[in-house]
């Protein structure tokens, strides 16, 4: 039985990875507000032709698309995954068109593949092989598909909370996945918070010569001491209170921590540095990674960005930056100690101009779910999967957690790199993935 | 004599502003390498219509156009003015396209108008007025016009070496002038030096999803904290060294500059400010302002910067910034400090991609040529001359210093916005500074 889904898997390879194209084609970049709606419609669509009931919620924002299959199972297999993309800027980096899908010596390139429309197709693609090879699916299935993952899903808590009902499930395949630089699959049990924050800083009414800033103040200077009180050279993060509700690791997770295999060669080659930030390594890299709570600046822009130089002292200047938080850290809480911090520094004049954000999660490591998904890949791949207990990375997982234990898997790779110019995945990992959930499907009947 | 030429300059006066309209429709941007021949071809067509004969020199970047009209007289006097613009970046900011010259309410609007191509125009016009109503010029006239002033002149060294006797005169007329808040004409006898940087920082081979930034370096954040340790919030500069060549004010400057109207209240109202930097006011504003040298962002660049979120851990930063050095400073020598703070401070990775710069130099305050372009100005604009030491402003005065005594004055105004958007000058203020010229020119031949 569930030989000939897997058969038919192969079978369908080529219409699959064609479905990527197709979805991947439309820019649908949240943060532009372009080609949502295209996009959801084409989903449902898909959704729709492996014989699942789609709903279309509107939200403030993009609307959430949900699927729903009921076979009368016993148990319910949730899916998590997003439609919409990361800004593709910048566009000059990339090899083909971040919108016009490529596949280059047997990967697909395309803003979008890995993070994460390939691997919604990876989750619908698995479906129609039980589909097609006349197997009864053994679970039922739900989708919740959101298009606002990429700005920090700001209209998911309003569907959640509306919808709590329909995220009860006895296992969950978070959106994202990858493999480790030596091609081990890994899992992600948990997400990081996040807390976004666009700076804004005007000194002048408007540019001056340059010269004028002997007397005139200047907003990028201002900017400039103002990020750099927010954190030092050792990565410690100044605002006041910031770690008050951080929780350090238990010996269980220290212990579980210490087994994982890092790669930090392999990283330091990848990224092309010889040292990690801090001078991190072993124990205090891996604590930093999973456990600690972190800030960067995601953008900088003032005045004059051209070639050559220009003698102009602007009256603006903006930053974006993030704070990735940990179990037990509120955006609303640590943004309030940013803007003390500020204040309390003599920093009034940079104004937060907008945020957002929401809390971690984490599903426990010993969850029956988690074994589950630990035999299909081996099944699979041959190998033992490298969970991870959270990503530094971000997702709402917290509006998730008490009604499901998720576990993150999906398409990606070490050279995926998502969130930047030339994102791809490669195309017989795809198809290995669609395989893993098909085995996550069949063992799960079997739970 | 005279009266005919001030006569012809207000006939002359539409035939002027149309030439002025014609040289600012090309956007001779020295920074991108824009238009520099077109503008210097059109420049010498018109100084060879009122009988200059002039001379293209090349150099390794915008050749420098010289004209030369010997009439036998005992005294010359030498023009410098420039036929490059600054870029005009933010476009999105011009109520008119930069480079489409338009009157509205009295004032002509393009890039250049003020700084400097209406001031080269003022010159040649009254020296046409002359030409046309018959008048003999009583001086030798001198122009050097070059191509580069807004990068820092970084090819007139050279031209000045070679041709040192030709900058030999009894006076000059340096490229820009002003008039204060209340109206009043302003004139400047110095120019700050100048030392402009471009710092770059690369930390990772790529952009990288932001959540990385637990582990991985930020060249943002170095960027920052670079920029952060050049210079506290009171607007010392901590480079080891920096004021060690700054000769304090001598007690004659000090009573020069005390005496000058420094219009405080107007300028806080035109910048839109409470407080001037630092929170300077009175005596030290203005040594701040004539004689400190200080140091200024132009421009900061990093990661995303468009709408919205982007959550990435941006490879690459970089900043431009400025010095205004004061005399005996000398930019070979701060690039010098510069490098050495920033190695001695732990950034090495903050890179100095390029830098160029000059230093400063002054006219001294009692030259009788100073008191010729007094009487010139009370003589046109009824009022006394309100003359600076010098401006915090750049220019290679120090090439000239020792061959010709120089004073700037020009057709600016408050309003004029000089490397800003909206440049602009008033059409009739334009029209009194080409009589201006030519009564200096008067004065000079009875000298």
Same mark, same amino acid.
């Given at each position: 039985m569930l030989d000939s889904v897997l058969k038919k898997i192969d079978e369908n390879a080529n219409r699959a990875i064609d479905a990527v194209k197709e979805i991947c084609s439309i820019p649908s970049v949240a943060a532009k507000k372009q080609g949502i709606d295209e996009t959801a419609n084409l989903l449902m669509k898909m959704l729709e032709a492996v014989g699942i009931e789609t709903q279309l919620h509107p939200t403030a924002?993009?609307? /959430? /698309?949900?699927? !729903?299959?009921?076979?009368?199972?016993?148990?319910?297999?949730?899916? !998590? $995954? %997003? !439609? $919409?993309?990361?800004?593709?800027?910048?566009?000059?980096?990339? &090899?083909?068109?971040? #919108?016009?899908?490529?596949?280059?010596?047997?990967?697909? !390139?395309?803003?979008?593949?890995? $993070?994460?429309?390939? &691997?919604?197709l990876s989750r619908i693609w698995a479906l129609r092989a039980y589909k097609e090879a006349g197997v009864k699916l053994p679970v039922n299935i739900k989708f919740v598909v959101e298009g606002e993952e990429e700005i920090s899903s700001p209209n998911l808590p309003d569907f959640t909370k509306k919808h709590a009902n329909f995220l009860k499930a006895d296992g969950g395949i978070w959106e994202f996945g990858s493999a480790g630089f030596d091609g081990t699959q890994e899992a992600w049990l948990g997400l990081k918070g996040i807390l976004y924050?666009? #700076?804004?800083?005007?000194?002048i009414s408007h540019n001056a010569h340059s010269s004028n800033s002997s007397i005139l103040p200047s907003a990028p200077f201002r900017l400039v001491w103002a990020l750099s009180s927010l954190k030092d050279e050792k990565e410690r993060i100044q605002i006041k209170g910031f770690y008050d509700d951080v929780v350090p690791m238990t010996k269980k997770e220290r212990e579980f921590v210490a087994k994982i295999d890092f790669e930090e060669n392999a990283r330091r080659k990848f990224w092309k540095i010889d040292k990690f930030v801090n001078n991190y390594e072993g124990e $205090?890299?891996?604590?930093?990674?999973?456990?600690?709570? %972190?800030?960067?600046?995601?953008?900088?822009?003032?005045?004059?960005?051209?070639?050559?130089?220009?003698?102009?002292l602007p009256a603006k200047a903006s930053a974006k930056i993030d704070f990735r938080l940990v179990e037990n850290q509120h955006p609303e809480d640590i943004v309030k100690k940013l803007r003390n911090h500020l204040d309390a520094k003599g920093f009034s004049d940079v104004k937060i101009a907008w945020y957002d954000g929401y809390p971690a999660a984490k599903t426990p490591i010993d969850h029956p779910f988690v074994k589950i998904v630990e035999r299909a890949n081996q099944k699979v791949y041959g190998h033992a999967l490298r969970v991870h207990p959270t990503t530094p990375g971000s997702g709402p997982l917290y509006l998730f957690k008490d009604h499901v234990p998720m576990v993150s898997i999906g398409i990606g790779d070490s050279e995926s790199r998502g969130h930047s110019p030339n994102e791809s995945a490669a195309v017989d990992n795809f198809v290995k993935a669609m395989k893993r959930i098909a085995v996550v499907i069949d063992e799960m009947g079997k739970w």
């Amino acid at each position: 039985m569930l030989d000939s889904v897997l058969k038919k898997i192969d079978e369908n390879a080529n219409r699959a990875i064609d479905a990527v194209k197709e979805i991947c084609s439309i820019p649908s970049v949240a943060a532009k507000k372009q080609g949502i709606d295209e996009t959801a419609n084409l989903l449902m669509k898909m959704l729709e032709a492996v014989g699942i009931e789609t709903q279309l919620h509107p939200t403030a924002g993009s609307p /959430v /698309v949900t699927g !729903y299959l009921d076979v009368g199972a016993k148990r319910t297999l949730l899916f !998590y $995954d %997003h !439609y $919409d993309v990361q800004p593709a800027e910048p566009l000059e980096l990339w &090899d083909s068109p971040p #919108f016009e899908p490529e596949i280059r010596n047997g990967r697909l !390139y395309a803003r979008g593949v890995a $993070d994460n429309k390939g &691997d919604t197709l990876s989750r619908i693609w698995a479906l129609r092989a039980y589909k097609e090879a006349g197997v009864k699916l053994p679970v039922n299935i739900k989708f919740v598909v959101e298009g606002e993952e990429e700005i920090s899903s700001p209209n998911l808590p309003d569907f959640t909370k509306k919808h709590a009902n329909f995220l009860k499930a006895d296992g969950g395949i978070w959106e994202f996945g990858s493999a480790g630089f030596d091609g081990t699959q890994e899992a992600w049990l948990g997400l990081k918070g996040i807390l976004y924050v666009q #700076f804004e800083v005007q000194r002048i009414s408007h540019n001056a010569h340059s010269s004028n800033s002997s007397i005139l103040p200047s907003a990028p200077f201002r900017l400039v001491w103002a990020l750099s009180s927010l954190k030092d050279e050792k990565e410690r993060i100044q605002i006041k209170g910031f770690y008050d509700d951080v929780v350090p690791m238990t010996k269980k997770e220290r212990e579980f921590v210490a087994k994982i295999d890092f790669e930090e060669n392999a990283r330091r080659k990848f990224w092309k540095i010889d040292k990690f930030v801090n001078n991190y390594e072993g124990e $205090d890299l891996r604590e930093a990674y999973y456990y600690l709570p %972190h800030l960067s600046i995601d953008g900088l822009t003032s005045g004059y960005q051209e070639e050559g130089s220009m003698t102009v002292l602007p009256a603006k200047a903006s930053a974006k930056i993030d704070f990735r938080l940990v179990e037990n850290q509120h955006p609303e809480d640590i943004v309030k100690k940013l803007r003390n911090h500020l204040d309390a520094k003599g920093f009034s004049d940079v104004k937060i101009a907008w945020y957002d954000g929401y809390p971690a999660a984490k599903t426990p490591i010993d969850h029956p779910f988690v074994k589950i998904v630990e035999r299909a890949n081996q099944k699979v791949y041959g190998h033992a999967l490298r969970v991870h207990p959270t990503t530094p990375g971000s997702g709402p997982l917290y509006l998730f957690k008490d009604h499901v234990p998720m576990v993150s898997i999906g398409i990606g790779d070490s050279e995926s790199r998502g969130h930047s110019p030339n994102e791809s995945a490669a195309v017989d990992n795809f198809v290995k993935a669609m395989k893993r959930i098909a085995v996550v499907i069949d063992e799960m009947g079997k739970w």
